[in-house]
């Protein structure tokens, strides 16, 4: 079990709808279809550059998070996942800890709170946490600690700008 530290924090990520969004793809498809056709087509990379750059700006600026997978990618393995996020620009796979455990009820929430009873002091100790989702099958005393992303858009500095707030305690 890993040990709840002072001014430790987690972070809960989804990857579909905060990395992998819709309005990644459709610029992606519009530079294609404009795109030369005496050159090479370049190779699309998994992940919005932009959203990547959020989270590299996140984890630059809270030295202390720790990330938890919790996107249904995590099936793939977690050496999958950070194959993944390295190839498309996370400059900080040491940060990448663990992934949140398969459940049978695939309720996020549930297994959110699984993984935080399994590897923290969570119960008897103040735990930091955020979760990062598009989706919102969480528990209701874990509204404080989500932040919705739109799947059109993903994760931008908006959303690094509310984790910080929660992160700092100050919502």
């Not at 796979?93 to 935080?116: F, K």
């Amino acid at each position: 079990m890993e040990t709840t530290e002072p001014n430790k924090a987690y972070l809960f990520l989804d990857f579909d709808g905060v990395l992998n969004h819709e309005l990644f793809h459709n610029e992606w498809y519009e530079k294609l279809a404009n795109w030369p056709i005496d050159q090479p087509k370049p190779v699309k990379p998994e992940f919005c550059p932009r959203a990547i750059q959020s989270l590299n700006d996140l984890c630059e600026q809270f030295t202390h998070l720790s990330i938890v997978i919790s996107s249904v990618w995590r099936a793939h393995g977690a050496d999958r996942c950070l194959e993944i996020l390295t190839s498309s620009g996370f400059s900080y796979p040491e940060r990448v800890i663990d992934r949140t455990p398969l459940s049978r009820h695939r309720v996020r929430g549930v297994e959110v709170l699984d993984w935080l009873k399994q590897n923290t002091e969570y119960g008897t100790k103040p735990v930091d946490y955020v979760i990062l989702d598009d989706d919102s099958d969480f528990l209701i005393w874990q509204s404080h600690r989500f932040i919705h992303v739109d799947p059109y858009s993903g994760l931008n500095h908006n959303h690094v700008y509310k984790i910080g707030r929660i992160l700092n305690r100050l919502i």
